[in-house]
């Protein structure tokens, strides 16, 4: 086998070029037949993709990228450390990947008779190029570059169904309160480089840390500590541009009305991959950049406190709003919400003791995520394919009309709901467990709490596709291959988690504390 | 793993090949699907063989095999244990699945039995969770294939599930086993929380955590040495559920509900032998515990006593040898509870064979009657069915005690291993009393069986006309008769007393002597451990003679006392005459009328009680916080209007909200 080092360092970037270069070439496909355009091949050349970038992805990860040397090939550091490769960056590549190879393969019969294939499949192609470029991103610049080339493909995929009102209404609303964000994003990277004088995140750091009273790459006079209130503001900003990407609460309002309005393997990808990419900057950012003890000491706060506090009122506001939902689609918008909040336990015990276990389980629950939510709105997906309706009761009785896909929708709400023995009872429990063990008592309650309402809205869908007599129709409903696929893969991926649950629970601990040393 | 240790794996996995293979197209397959499992059973068989070979060979192995998960504290694993008992217990164990296997040809296939694929699939899924049982490394996987062996006896027992009584008799198996498990289950968590390891043997092994451990450590507040006897203790109450033990024994006699080759393989030689095969596996442990060990000891000698007075009274023949199979494994506990290790293997590994044989001859007398269990109906079978009777024959001398047969060797050693304990420590005394009594009764059912069954004259016009029974049916007949006769071989271990001969081959075999070994897993180093001191009369040679003469003495007695009051054309329904004492044996002591009593008046109250606490108090605050969301989201809904100005709006004050609070708490405007 070829060690990853021997080939130049930009390969580290592979998956990443993978997904970019494959975008290439589906223009090419399309550019070749714009007006009748291959389906098949279309969808096939992004899965293929997805896949191989999946592949290398998995290489580089066997073959030791980011294990510290001598034991593996250490971390790959591209372009004085702009971008960098290391184990955290290579879990969300992954996660990429696979969400973007469900997404496509899915499309292939969601998209049926609509225009607009070739873009369709490019812009899902350039959003995961910037989701996993996001995951190597290592200083504020390529951060914000790399979640603009994520974020701009998204608004205009949620719109792609031009002749829908809601998707191009929700396409609009996003693109707005998106270009908010961003707005308020890059104002808190320039007061933090204002503050600092840097931009690379390990820099920020030393800056920081440091207290030298000097710049800290010129050595000219540049005192930190007298622009604390800046550094402050900054770090609020950031965290609000990271909480719109994340769909954290106060601003999480975009996301029931885009994924609503998005076509579903779309609201699918931006729940999921977009979702775990926000997490990954969030990580990075805050635990590279801002070192809680040496941050709180100069500008008066801790962050981890803050996440915490979002970790809790987003998880609530998520699930709270979830129960209330007749749409099937809004329920799962909110209960990705409510995930996130989940996932957001993670970066508020980087504070606490025992930081490891948690965001190792943070990582495990959107690796977990990844496959649980993208099914979930697979299925939607497919509901919509059939045309059978959008609310609870339109569910009514369609385990009997599609089994297959039914028990697959079973398995995604019980592992969303955190039951045994499905993936997601194991991320949720190592949570948990995790916070339990930093001290983080009234998070672990608010966790329990939730997961206990969660269970109502979704074992709802159950009870409303198994028991509830169906409303008109009794007969069978088609099988497209493509979503099935899909589905059963994803179904099929929940379960075998649990078996699979040390080789993915260690890469995910590796990974955490890895960056968390670094 | 290393040289011929690689295909070990593969004893386990061919039945459960089998089992898939069965499953799924089992329907499109000649012969019901038993084809599958005949092969897997007989590759199993012939493979355990090879393992026998290379332990004889003086090679062991103990590895890891799969890792579940695993944490600081705590590794959990699958891993491969394959030392002289396992090796033995799983030629026995492929030995008897092959033979049921073949068996079934003749009495589910010949017979036009219905859902053959299911039979079969369930053979299957037993013979691979029992093998793994076998070769378990570690006290979780025992306990996990602990499980799946009860699953399918559940589904074996209720395999004629249309009928009233098999569904009933199957889930009683399940809830009374299952009561048994569910101490096991918390011995389980007990130990691996207190010694953090699973593991049999080796270094990293829970024996060795808690012999290191004693006169230093506590556990939760109990001595080391206490908390081995309750751990112990606990993990019993699985063993006494699956072997049949008093006072979880009821379960055994309902299961004959099940097709006889399943009661032949499950309730007779393996499944019900996994109990006692769990005692001897970490017999290391038991050994620390003079308290377990003499609840073990007493518990089998009253049990061996108890279910033997039961044997003479039933009239159905699947019946007696179901309390005769209790009364056995009482027989083995109570050896493993003196420290005879040995004694309770070789007892062990004989009785499956002969219990196995007795069942299967019992099967065959079953189709030769069209169904018909009631020995009363029999009589006369002898001249018909030869091969059958001589086999059945061989088997019953064996398990009457009878020298030479097999039982003879084994439970002669046993007693002796009892009395040489007993004779300083009261408490065995009076297990081995009950055990020795219990020679008697066994000698007396086991010939009333055969007396009943094949002599005389025919009772019915079945017996007068018997079914032919078909080849598949005899050769496995044949095969047991043999290693029932010759059985005893294993371990002449009074001659090597007596007359100085090396002929203890099991003992040296369990020893490790001249064969391969696990270090702490041998007789010696057991026999260290067991605090038991023995005494003599007249030395150990007459100790011997005088050990051997009761019980041979007392098996003749009884076997003569039934031949002689059952003799002739038309004998006589002579356990009538002993009156309310018959009645009480009849009704197996309202054993199963407390345990009802117990399920009713107790249990079910309880339930009750607390399914009104769970209805009022939790459901309602249950109910509360539900209330209380949806008033919540109602609220959050409204906040949710649609326009995006307002969200932007939203955002901006939440912005400046947080900068607010931030920014005072931080002193930024100072």
Same mark, same amino acid.
């Given at each position: 086998?070829?060690?990853?080092?021997?080939?130049?360092?930009?390969?580290?970037?592979?998956?990443?070029?993978?997904?970019?270069?494959?975008?290439?070439?589906?223009?090419?496909?399309?550019?070749?037949?714009?007006?009748?355009?291959?389906?098949?091949?279309?969808?096939?050349?992004?899965?293929?993709?997805?896949?191989?970038?999946?592949g290398v992805g998995v290489w580089y990860m066997i073959a030791g990228v980011g294990v510290p040397e001598p034991d593996g090939a250490g971390v790959i550091s591209l372009f004085d450390g702009q971008l960098v490769v290391d184990q955290l960056a290579l879990f969300f590549m992954l996660v990429t990947a696979i969400v973007?190879?469900?997404?496509?393969?899915?499309?292939?019969?969601?998209?049926?008779?609509?225009?607009?294939?070739?873009?369709?499949?490019?812009?899902?192609?350039?959003?995961?190029?910037?989701?996993?470029?996001?995951?190597?991103?290592?200083?504020?610049?390529?951060?914000?570059?790399?979640?603009?080339?994520?974020?701009?493909?998204?608004?205009?995929?949620?719109?792609?169904?031009?002749?829908?009102?809601?998707?191009?209404?929700?396409?609009?609303?996003?693109?707005?309160?998106?270009?908010?964000?961003?707005?308020?994003?890059?104002?808190?990277?320039?007061?933090?480089?204002?503050?600092?004088?840097?931009?690379?995140?390990?820099?920020?750091?030393?800056?920081?840390?440091?207290?030298?009273?000097?710049?800290?790459?010129?050595?000219?006079?540049?005192?930190?500590?007298?622009?604390?209130?800046?550094?402050?503001?900054?770090?609020?900003?950031?965290?609000?541009?990271?909480?719109?990407?994340?769909?954290?609460?106060?601003?999480?309002?975009?996301?029931?009305?885009?994924?609503?309005?998005?076509?579903?393997?779309?609201?699918?990808?931006?729940?999921?991959?977009?979702?775990?990419?926000?997490?990954?900057?969030?990580?990075?950012?805050?635990?590279?950049?801002?070192?809680?003890?040496?941050?709180?000491?100069?500008?008066?706060?801790?962050?981890?406190?803050?996440?915490?506090?979002?970790?809790?009122?987003?998880?609530?506001?998520?699930?709270?709003?979830?129960?209330?939902?007749?749409?099937?689609?809004?329920?799962?918008?909110?209960?990705?919400?409510?995930?996130?909040?989940?996932?957001?336990?993670?970066?508020?015990?980087?504070?606490?003791?025992?930081?490891?276990?948690?965001?190792?389980?943070?990582?495990?629950?959107?690796?977990?995520?990844?496959?649980?939510?993208?099914?979930?709105?697979?299925?939607?997906?497919?509901?919509?394919?059939?045309?059978?309706?959008?609310?609870?009761?339109?569910?009514?009785?369609?385990?009997?009309?599609?089994?297959?896909?039914?028990?697959?929708?079973?398995?995604?709400?019980?592992?969303?709901?955190?039951?045994?023995?499905?993936?997601?009872?194991?991320?949720?429990?190592?949570?948990?467990?995790?916070?339990?063990?930093?001290?983080?008592?009234?998070?672990?309650?608010?966790?329990?709490?939730?997961?206990?309402?969660?269970?109502?809205?979704?074992?709802?869908?159950?009870?409303?596709?198994?028991?509830?007599?169906?409303?008109?129709?009794?007969?069978?409903?088609?099988?497209?291959?493509?979503?099935?696929?899909?589905?059963?893969?994803?179904?099929?991926?929940?379960?075998?988690?649990?078996?699979?649950?040390?080789?993915?629970?260690?890469?995910?601990?590796?990974?955490?504390?890895?960056?968390?040393?670094? | 793993?290393?040289?011929?240790?690689?295909?070990?794996?593969?004893?386990?996995?061919?039945?459960?090949?089998?089992?898939?293979?069965?499953?799924?197209?089992?329907?499109?397959?000649?012969?019901?699907?038993?084809?599958?499992?005949?092969?897997?059973?007989?590759?199993?068989?012939?493979?355990?063989?090879?393992?026998?070979?290379?332990?004889?060979?003086?090679?062991?192995?103990?590895?890891?095999?799969?890792?579940?998960?695993?944490?600081?504290?705590?590794?959990?694993?699958?891993?491969?244990?394959?030392?002289?008992?396992?090796?033995?217990?799983?030629?026995?164990?492929?030995l008897i699945a092959f033979l049921v296997h073949v068996f079934s040809l003749s009495y589910m296939n010949a017979e036009g039995e219905t859902g053959l694929p299911r039979y079969?699939?369930?053979?299957?899924?037993?013979?691979?969770?029992?093998?793994?049982?076998?070769?378990?490394?570690?006290?979780?996987?025992?306990?996990?294939?602990?499980?799946?062996?009860?699953?399918?006896?559940?589904?074996?027992?209720?395999?004629?599930?249309?009928?009233?009584?098999?569904?009933?008799?199957?889930?009683?198996?399940?809830?009374?086993?299952?009561?048994?498990?569910?101490?096991?289950?918390?011995?389980?968590?007990?130990?691996?929380?207190?010694?953090?390891?699973?593991?049999?043997?080796?270094?990293?092994?829970?024996?060795?955590?808690?012999?290191?451990?004693?006169?230093?450590?506590?556990?939760?507040?109990?001595?080391?040495?206490?908390?081995?006897?309750?751990?112990?203790?606990?993990?019993?109450?699985?063993?006494?559920?699956?072997?049949?033990?008093?006072?979880?024994?009821?379960?055994?006699?309902?299961?004959?509900?099940?097709?006889?080759?399943?009661?032949?393989?499950?309730?007779?030689?393996?499944?019900?032998?996994?109990?006692?095969?769990?005692?001897?596996?970490?017999?290391?442990?038991?050994?620390?515990?003079?308290?377990?060990?003499?609840?073990?000891?007493?518990?089998?000698?009253?049990?061996?006593?108890?279910?033997?007075?039961?044997?003479?009274?039933?009239?159905?023949?699947?019946?007696?040898?179901?309390?005769?199979?209790?009364?056995?494994?009482?027989?083995?506990?109570?050896?493993?509870?003196?420290?005879?290790? =040995?004694? $309770? %293997?070789?007892? /062990?590994?004989?009785? *499956?064979?002969?219990?196995?044989? &007795?069942?299967?001859? !019992? +099967?065959?007398?079953?189709?030769?009657?069209?169904?018909?269990?009631?020995?009363?109906?029999?009589?006369?079978?002898?001249?018909?069915?030869?091969?059958?009777?001589?086999?059945?024959?061989?088997?019953?001398?064996?398990?009457?005690?009878?020298?030479?047969?097999?039982?003879?060797?084994?439970?002669?050693?046993?007693?002796?291993?009892?009395?040489?304990?007993?004779?300083?420590?009261?408490?065995?005394?009076?297990?081995?009393?009950?055990?020795?009594?219990?020679?008697?009764?066994?000698?007396?059912?086991?010939?009333?069986?055969?007396?009943?069954?094949?002599?005389?004259?025919?009772?019915?016009?079945?017996?007068?006309?018997?079914?032919?029974?078909?080849?598949?049916?005899?050769?496995?007949?044949? =095969?047991? $008769? %043999?290693?029932? /006769?010759?059985?005893? *071989?294993?371990?002449?271990?009074? &001659?090597?007393?007596? !007359? +100085?001969?090396?002929?203890?081959?099991?003992?040296?075999?369990?020893?490790?002597?001249?064969?391969?070994?696990?270090?702490?897993?041998?007789?010696?180093?057991?026999?260290?451990?067991?605090?038991?001191?023995?005494?003599?009369?007249?030395?150990?040679?007459?100790?011997?003679?005088?050990?051997?003469?009761?019980?041979?003495?007392?098996?003749?007695?009884?076997?003569?006392?039934?031949?002689?009051?059952?003799?002739?054309?038309?004998?006589?329904?002579?356990?009538?005459?002993?009156?309310?004492?018959?009645?009480?044996?009849?009704?197996?002591?309202?054993?199963?009328?407390?345990?009802?009593?117990?399920?009713?008046?107790?249990?079910?109250?309880?339930?009750?009680?607390?399914?009104?606490?769970?209805?009022?108090?939790?459901?309602?605050?249950?109910?509360?916080?539900?209330?209380?969301?949806?008033?919540?989201?109602?609220?959050?809904?409204?906040?949710?209007?649609?326009?995006?100005?307002?969200?932007?709006?939203?955002?901006?004050?939440?912005?400046?909200?947080?900068?607010?609070?931030?920014?005072?708490?931080?002193?930024?405007?100072?």
């Open positions: 086998m070829i060690e990853p080092v021997q080939l130049p360092d930009a390969a580290a970037l592979g998956p990443a070029l993978v997904l970019g270069l494959t975008a290439l070439v589906v223009f090419v496909f399309d550019s070749a037949r714009p007006h009748e355009p291959d389906r098949g091949l279309l969808a096939g050349t992004t899965a293929a993709g997805s896949l191989l970038a999946l973007t190879a469900l997404v496509a393969i899915a499309s292939y019969d969601y998209m049926d008779g609509h225009a607009h294939q070739g873009e369709y499949y490019s812009l899902v192609l350039l959003a995961a190029t910037g989701m996993a470029t996001m995951a190597a991103a290592n200083s504020l610049v390529t951060v914000f570059l790399a979640l603009e080339l994520a974020s701009l493909p998204s608004y205009a995929l949620v719109a792609i169904l031009k002749d829908n009102r809601g998707s191009v209404e929700a396409g609009l609303k996003y693109f707005l309160l998106g270009a908010l964000s961003s707005a308020i994003f890059v104002y808190g990277i320039s007061l933090v480089y204002g503050a600092t004088g840097v931009l690379q995140l390990d820099l920020v750091a030393e800056a920081i840390t440091g207290e030298t009273g000097q710049h800290v790459l010129t050595g000219n006079a540049h005192d930190v500590a007298g622009h604390d209130g800046l550094l402050g503001v900054g770090i609020v900003l950031l965290l609000v541009g990271i909480a719109f990407k994340t769909a954290s609460v106060p601003l999480h309002f975009w996301a029931p009305e885009a994924y609503e309005g998005a076509p579903a393997p779309i609201a699918a990808f931006l729940s999921s991959a977009s979702k775990a990419a926000g997490f990954v900057i969030a990580i990075r950012v805050f635990t590279t950049a801002f070192p809680v003890e040496a941050t709180a000491g100069l500008v008066g706060f801790d962050w981890s406190v803050a996440f915490a506090v979002l970790a809790v009122a987003t998880m609530t506001i998520g699930n709270f709003a979830a129960a209330v939902q007749e749409n099937v689609k809004r329920m799962l918008a909110y209960s990705s919400v409510g995930h996130a909040g989940y996932a957001l336990i993670g970066l508020a015990g980087v504070g606490a003791g025992a930081n490891e276990l948690v965001l190792g389980a943070a990582l495990m629950h959107l690796f977990v995520y990844a496959f649980m939510n993208t099914g979930a709105f697979l299925f939607v997906a497919l509901a919509e394919y059939w045309g059978v309706g959008r609310t609870f009761a339109d569910y009514n009785g369609l385990g009997r009309r599609a089994p297959i896909a039914c028990v697959a929708l079973t398995v995604f709400m019980f592992s969303l709901a955190g039951i045994p023995p499905l993936g997601g009872f194991l991320s949720k429990y190592l949570l948990f467990w995790g916070s339990l063990q930093a001290g983080m008592l009234f998070v672990a309650g608010a966790l329990v709490v939730n997961s206990a309402l969660s269970l109502y809205y979704y074992s709802r869908l159950v009870k409303a596709v198994w028991f509830e007599e169906p409303v008109t129709d009794h007969g069978s409903l088609a099988q497209p291959v493509g979503l099935y696929a899909a589905l059963i893969a994803a179904a099929v991926m929940t379960v075998v988690v649990l078996p699979g649950f040390g080789p993915i629970a260690d890469s995910a601990l590796d990974a955490a504390t890895a960056v968390l040393t670094s | 793993m290393e040289g011929l240790f690689t295909f070990a794996p593969a004893i386990v996995l061919f039945p459960l090949v089998a089992f898939a293979i069965t499953l799924l197209v089992g329907r499109y397959l000649p012969l019901g699907g038993a084809i599958p499992g005949i092969v897997a059973t007989g590759g199993s068989l012939a493979l355990s063989l090879v393992m026998a070979a290379a332990v004889a060979g003086g090679e062991t192995t103990n590895e890891l095999v799969y890792t579940w998960f695993e944490t600081p504290e705590i590794t959990f694993h699958f891993g491969l244990l394959i030392d002289p008992l396992s090796a033995a217990m799983l030629v026995v164990v492929s079969y699939a369930g053979l299957g899924l037993f013979t691979f969770s029992m093998l793994a049982f076998v070769v378990a490394d570690n006290l979780l996987m025992s306990f996990v294939f602990f499980e799946l062996v009860g699953l399918c006896s559940f589904l074996l027992i209720g395999f004629w599930y249309r009928t009233k009584s098999a569904p009933s008799a199957a889930k009683k198996a399940f809830l009374v086993t299952r009561f048994g498990d569910f101490f096991f289950l918390i011995g389980v968590v007990a130990i691996a929380a207190s010694y953090g390891t699973l593991s049999f043997a080796g270094d990293a092994s829970f024996v060795t955590a808690a012999e290191s451990a004693i006169d230093s450590e506590t556990f939760f507040g109990f001595d080391a040495d206490t908390w081995v006897t309750i751990t112990g203790l606990l993990v019993l109450g699985g063993v006494i559920g699956k072997s049949a033990q008093f006072p979880l024994h009821t379960w055994l006699p309902d299961a004959m509900e099940g097709p006889t080759p399943v009661s032949a393989l499950i309730h007779a030689a393996t499944m019900v032998a996994a109990g006692v095969y769990l005692v001897a596996r970490m017999f290391g442990y038991y050994a620390l515990s003079p308290t377990a060990l003499a609840v073990i000891a007493f518990v089998g000698g009253f049990t061996a006593l108890f279910a033997a007075t039961m044997g003479c009274v039933k009239d159905d023949v699947k019946q007696v040898l179901a309390y005769s199979t209790i009364s056995q494994y009482g027989y083995m506990m109570l050896a493993m509870g003196v420290g005879g290790y =040995v004694a $309770g %293997v070789f007892h /062990l590994l004989n009785h *499956a064979v002969f219990k196995a044989l &007795l069942f299967l001859g !019992a +099967g065959a007398v079953i189709i030769a009657m069209h169904h018909e269990q009631d020995m009363w109906k029999m009589g006369g079978l002898k001249e018909q069915m030869p091969v059958t009777y001589y086999s059945f024959l061989a088997g019953s001398l064996a398990l009457a005690g009878i020298i030479p047969f097999s039982g003879f060797w084994s439970k002669d050693e046993v007693l002796y291993d009892a009395l040489i304990v007993g004779l300083s420590e009261p408490l065995i005394l009076a297990a081995y009393a009950m055990a020795l009594l219990a020679v008697f009764f066994t000698g007396f059912y086991t010939i009333r069986m055969v007396r009943l069954t094949f002599h005389g004259e025919p009772r019915s016009e079945a017996a007068e006309s018997p079914h032919a029974i078909g080849l598949p049916a005899k050769i496995p007949l044949a =095969v047991l $008769g %043999v290693l029932a /006769l010759v059985g005893g *071989a294993m371990n002449l271990k009074p &001659l090597e007393e007596l !007359a +100085g001969l090396e002929v203890a081959f099991l003992e040296r075999w369990l020893d490790g002597q001249g064969v391969g070994s696990v270090d702490g897993l041998t007789y010696h180093a057991y026999s260290e451990t067991v605090h038991y001191g023995h005494e003599y009369i007249g030395g150990p040679e007459g100790t011997v003679i005088l050990s051997a003469a009761l019980s041979l003495g007392l098996a003749l007695a009884g076997a003569g006392l039934a031949w002689t009051l059952y003799s002739g054309p038309e004998p006589t329904r002579h356990t009538e005459r002993l009156g309310s004492l018959r009645d009480l044996a009849v009704a197996n002591y309202y054993q199963d009328e407390y345990q009802v009593w117990l399920a009713r008046g107790l249990t079910l109250p309880l339930a009750r009680a607390s399914d009104r606490f769970d209805q009022t108090a939790i459901d309602g605050v249950v109910d509360g916080v539900g209330s209380v969301s949806r008033f919540g989201g109602e609220r959050l809904r409204r906040l949710q209007t649609g326009q995006v100005t307002d969200y932007a709006a939203l955002v901006i004050l939440g912005v400046l909200a947080l900068l607010v609070v931030l920014g005072i708490n931080g002193g930024w405007f100072l």
